[in-house]
């Protein structure tokens, strides 16, 4: 499918557009297309070749001209143009987290600075700090978002490599000559972000399951080509690294390929004091080198003295002691969930009506929605006025009887002010069924104010979740400065469910934090943050980060039946 190369042209149209300074309306034109092109179901090709671009929301005559001439051509005339004007390294300072548009177009206007090097050599010198618009502390958050970039770099968000991934095994299991086949790395430990895509497999004919490897349609090129390992660049420039091992040994190579290398240096040490040796072979009698298992990785664990541990929870933070007590947590599973509490409509800044989003839901085999738009202060964000709701309540009501088999919940993602009261007075939030509470503004308040302004917020008696509470975005954007066992002490405190965000580039709660807020006694809401129902999918992430945290159904509200969440939510 063509749709990710078009909406990548496009974002880069509006970056572009955006540092020459053009106007706002006609760069998120651009940004709109982009987002509905990429989350499209249909190959936005045959959609050109039918001459149905216009019934695309968002495209009209002019970009349905343009998305024709880069699936005819590959290319886009306009665009090569727009990049004759701009360096190609402008553009990279744009994922620096804080600099802007604006601030881009200054320092390559005004001081020639065209690449990240120049930048942090022109800011770690003080030579920022004089132009118009920046300043000592500018300078200061450039370097820290420099060294935020560098942390990342090279890396991919879990979603990006999942997708890759998933779609590379859909192909290999065509190959008859593979008989086990799986996911390794950190990918199958669904971490936050993927360095390459490492897959395994079993196999009597090594040799040709390689040649099937490197001739998968979306490899740019083949970096090594070798009888038991071969690593491929794909078209989204992600490595992805093949193994292929003997039957015998599948369990013990996908136990050692899987990670984490904490995890594997600590079990590989259990198992020389219990009389073994561990690699990527085998499990072996230290003594006499006898192979003794190493089929399945279930095997392993249980030679070891230990039960099965999931590949979330390797990351040596205390799997071994429990799962020695037998008190490794039956982890939430992918299918457990049951509804999406965060998701937002056309009400507010979504590009789905309630009844798409709902039969959507439905699609997915949920009973249950929350629909979660914005609070009428974040006008950015069209968010709703009282009257607004009041329609949209009602819209909702006949949503609910026209679709029985789902349950439409409102909802609001209502923004906590600066000094921690609510966007809405009390008697709108008993109107909804439910309440988020969110930061949107002022993130960069100390950390006892910011602190003080959640918890107060925490405090309404008709708060029930609070949305992405730490307001980080992954290689983007640090978390906001909060003390996070203040804010699971009063969730705890006030019975306010804090969530783990799924969108990929939140993931806030991370991994850590909910298992920190866990062992607190802190229960947990998931949801998507979906701008359209294609965002759904996203979930899988969400419960991923969850099971990383060692969440079980439990904790995680989604995972309750609709009368319980009715019960417990008062809807
Ligand atoms: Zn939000
Ligand atoms: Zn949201």
């Known amino acids: 499918m063509k749709n990710q190369v078009v909406a990548e042209i496009f974002n880069t149209i509006a970056d572009l557009l955006d540092v020459k300074g053009e106007v706002f309306f006609k760069t998120r034109a651009y940004r709109m297309a982009a987002q509905t092109i990429v989350t499209l179901d249909e190959d936005i090709e045959k959609i050109a070749n039918q001459g149905r671009l216009q019934t695309i929301p968002g495209v009209g005559a002019a970009l349905a001209e343009k998305i024709k001439e880069i699936v005819t051509t590959g290319k886009l005339k306009y665009l090569e143009r727009l990049k004759k004007e701009i360096p190609a390294g402008v553009l990279d300072l744009l994922s620096i987290q804080g600099l802007g548009p604006r601030k881009v177009a200054a320092l390559y206007k005004n001081r020639g600075i065209t690449s990240i090097a120049a930048l942090k050599q022109a800011a770690s010198s003080g030579q920022l700090r004089d132009l118009e618009g920046f300043g000592e502390i500018t300078e200061r958050n450039i370097l820290r978002g420099i060294?935020?970039?560098?942390?990342?770099?090279?890396?991919?968000?879990?979603?990006?490599?999942?997708?890759?991934?998933?779609?590379?095994?859909?192909?290999?299991?065509?190959?008859?000559?593979?008989?086990?086949?799986?996911?390794?790395?950190?990918?199958?430990?669904?971490?936050?972000?993927?360095?390459?895509?490492?897959?395994?497999?079993?196999?009597?004919?090594?040799?040709?399951?390689?040649?099937?490897?490197?001739?998968?349609?979306?490899?740019?090129?083949?970096?090594?080509?070798?009888?038991?390992?071969?690593?491929?660049?794909?078209?989204?420039?992600?490595?992805?690294?093949?193994?292929?091992?003997?039957?015998?040994?599948?369990?013990?190579?996908?136990?050692?390929?899987?990670?984490?290398?904490?995890?594997?240096?600590?079990?590989?040490?259990?198992?020389?004091?219990?009389?073994?040796?561990?690699?990527?072979?085998?499990?072996?009698?230290?003594?006499?080198?006898?192979?003794?298992?190493?089929?399945?990785?279930?095997?392993?664990?249980?030679?070891?003295?230990?039960?099965?541990?999931?590949?979330?929870?390797?990351?040596?933070?205390?799997?071994?002691?429990?799962?020695?007590?037998?008190?490794?947590?039956?982890?939430?599973?992918?299918?457990?969930?049951?509804?999406?509490?965060?998701?937002?409509?056309?009400?507010?800044?979504?590009?789905?009506?309630?009844?798409?989003?709902?039969?959507?839901?439905?699609?997915?085999?949920?009973?249950?929605?929350?629909?979660?738009?914005?609070?009428?202060?974040?006008?950015?964000?069209?968010?709703?006025?009282?009257?607004?709701?009041?329609?949209?309540?009602?819209?909702?009501?006949?949503?609910?009887?026209?679709?029985?088999?789902?349950?439409?919940?409102?909802?609001?993602?209502?923004?906590?002010?600066?000094?921690?009261?609510?966007?809405?007075?009390?008697?709108?939030?008993?109107?909804?069924?439910?309440?988020?509470?969110?930061?949107?503004?002022?993130?960069?308040?100390?950390?006892?104010?910011?602190?003080?302004?959640?918890?107060?917020?925490?405090?309404?008696?008709?708060?029930?979740?609070?949305?992405?509470?730490?307001?980080?975005?992954?290689?983007?954007?640090?978390?906001?400065?909060?003390?996070?066992q203040q804010l699971i002490d009063a969730a705890q405190e006030h019975n306010v469910r804090l969530e783990i965000n799924a969108f990929p580039d939140r993931l806030d709660l991370d991994d850590t934090a909910a298992k920190l807020a866990k062992d607190h006694g802190v229960g947990f809401v998931l949801g998507t943050d979906s701008h359209n129902s294609n965002h759904m999918e996203f979930m899988r992430y969400g419960v991923a980060t969850a099971r990383r945290g060692w969440l079980e159904k439990k904790d995680i509200l989604n995972t309750y039946s609709l009368s319980q969440i009715e019960k417990i939510l008062g809807a």
């Open 147 to 484: 060294q935020l970039l560098e942390k990342t770099s090279g890396r991919v968000l879990l979603h990006v490599a999942y997708e890759d991934g998933m779609r590379y095994l859909t192909y290999l299991k065509k190959c008859k000559h593979i008989t086990h086949l799986s996911i390794a790395g950190s990918l199958r430990r669904m971490k936050e972000t993927i360095g390459d895509v490492d897959i395994l497999a079993s196999s009597t004919q090594p040799v040709k399951v390689m040649e099937v490897f490197v001739s998968y349609p979306e490899v740019t090129s083949v970096l090594a080509k070798g009888t038991t390992k071969s690593s491929v660049l794909l078209n989204d420039n992600l490595q992805v690294d093949l193994r292929v091992v003997e039957e015998k040994s599948y369990g013990a190579a996908l136990q050692y390929f899987t990670g984490s290398k904490e995890h594997n240096v600590t079990l590989r040490g259990i198992a020389i004091r219990k009389g073994y040796k561990l690699n990527e072979y085998g499990l072996f009698e230290k003594k006499t080198d006898k192979y003794v298992t190493g089929k399945t990785e279930g095997d392993i664990y249980k030679k070891i003295g230990f039960s099965y541990i999931e590949p979330e929870l390797r990351e040596n933070r205390g799997e071994f002691e429990a799962a020695e007590k037998k008190r490794l947590p039956t982890l939430v599973g992918y299918d457990d969930i049951r509804g999406d509490f965060h998701v937002h409509s056309l009400w507010s800044d979504g590009s789905d009506s309630v009844e798409t989003l709902a039969q959507a839901a439905q699609q997915k085999g949920y009973s249950f929605i929350g629909i979660t738009d914005h609070s009428q202060s974040l006008r950015i964000a069209n968010g709703l006025t009282e009257e607004d709701i009041q329609k949209k309540l009602k819209e909702i009501e006949r949503l609910n009887k026209k679709l029985p088999d789902i349950r439409i919940l409102c909802g609001t993602e209502c923004d906590i002010k600066t000094d921690g009261t609510l966007d809405y007075p009390n008697k709108v939030l008993k109107q909804f069924d439910f309440v988020y509470i969110a930061v949107h503004t002022s993130f960069k308040m100390e950390r006892e104010a910011m602190t003080k302004r959640i918890i107060r917020g925490m405090t309404n008696e008709y708060v029930d979740f609070v949305a992405h509470p730490t307001g980080r975005l992954i290689s983007k954007r640090d978390p906001y400065d909060v003390d996070l």
